[in-house]
């Protein structure tokens, strides 16, 4: 199975801060690559895919890159309804997840 | 719109098995496939399978293999998803989670409210 890493596991950022999780895949995967945020007691919801192709209705301040191993999500100015955690998940069977970076805001 | 509702919460002993029911409308439900996720308490999400509406085939997760079960019914535009041998481990959310297009079968795109099952003595 292809192992999900993503970094940091939470942070802490101001509103307008730009903010940048990571996610690394064990082994190549393209750009099969998805982000989805989840609030507290909710389904998730998704953000990203293909890496790079944002979501309808997803705000434009999110944006995903990356190809191969290393992907990346920015959130470019940080607001109070992005409090979550948001995951990454590649599309290659079995699908798996990363662990989460839950981001708060100061 | 697109909407995904699953049954609610159940309670179940070690050994028990439970089925749980996510009733798709908003579109046509033969044409998309959907897949079973769950999350632990405080856990990442797990992928447990899926039921591919092109071909009818269903694919497990090794992890569950021999324990869980896929199944559709079109007629009602439902998905179930029936786990035995429940053991305290399986405590979680689960979810349904209808691929975002017909091409993108890998991109969960709606997702359930979710059910809590609890498996308690």
């Known amino acids: 199975d292809i192992q999900m890493t993503q970094s940091p596991s939470s942070l802490s950022a101001s509103v307008g801060d730009r903010v940048t999780i990571t996610c690394r895949a064990s082994?190549?995967?393209?750009?099969?690559l998805n982000w989805y945020q989840q609030k507290p007691g909710k389904a998730p919801k998704l953000l990203i895919y293909?890496?790079?192709s944002l979501q309808s209705g997803a705000p434009p301040r999110f944006s995903g890159s990356g190809s191969g191993t290393d992907f990346t999500l920015t959130i470019s100015s940080l607001q109070p309804e992005d409090s979550a955690t948001y995951y990454c998940?590649?599309?290659?069977?079995?699908?798996?997840f990363g662990g989460g970076t839950k981001v708060e805001i100061k | 719109q697109v909407q995904l509702v699953q049954s609610g919460a159940e309670v179940k002993k070690p050994g028990a098995s439970v089925k749980v029911s996510c009733k798709a409308s908003?579109?046509?439900?033969?044409?998309?496939?959907m897949h079973w996720v769950r999350q632990a308490p405080g856990q990442r999400l797990e992928w447990m399978g899926w039921?591919?509406?092109?071909?009818?085939?269903?694919k497990y997760s090794q992890k569950f293999q021999g324990r869980v079960s896929i199944t559709r019914d079109t007629s009602a535009s439902t998905a179930y998803m029936e786990l035995s041998s429940l053991r305290s481990e399986d405590t979680a959310v689960y979810y349904c989670?209808?691929?975002?297009?017909?091409?993108?079968?890998?991109?969960?795109?709606?997702w359930g409210q979710g059910t809590l099952v609890t498996v308690s003595s």
């Open positions: 908003g579109y046509t439900f033969n044409s998309y496939s």
């Open positions: 293909d890496a790079s």
């Open positions: 989670a209808r691929v975002l297009t017909v091409v993108l079968t890998a991109t969960l795109g709606y």
């Open positions: 082994q190549t995967i393209s750009r099969y």
């Open positions: 998940q590649q599309s290659y069977s079995p699908l798996t």
């Open positions: 039921s591919n509406a092109g071909n009818g085939n269903t």
